[in-house]
């Protein structure tokens, strides 16, 4: 019983389709923890938008009663 194992052509070939997935899976991994960051950063901007909206919409109720 011999056991066949393929040409080298072959083998650099299947190790290029394994490396190219691992780097696709590395990529999507790190597009999800920007897609996060980027999130959390815009969340937090908009709290503080909404704060100083509220802010500037309460100083200007004062300032129209004087």
């Known amino acids: 019983m011999t056991v066949q194992w393929g040409d080298v052509a072959t083998w650099i070939g ?3 389709t394994v490396t190219t ?3 696709a899976l590395i990529q999507i991994i790190n597009e999800r923890k920007l897609e996060a960051k980027c999130e959390k950063v815009q969340t937090e901007k908009r709290f503080q938008g909404e704060r100083v909206s509220a802010w500037l919409n309460l100083t200007n109720i004062d300032l129209s009663r004087r």
């Open 21 to 23: 997935l691992g780097f």
């Open 14 to 16: 299947s190790f290029g």
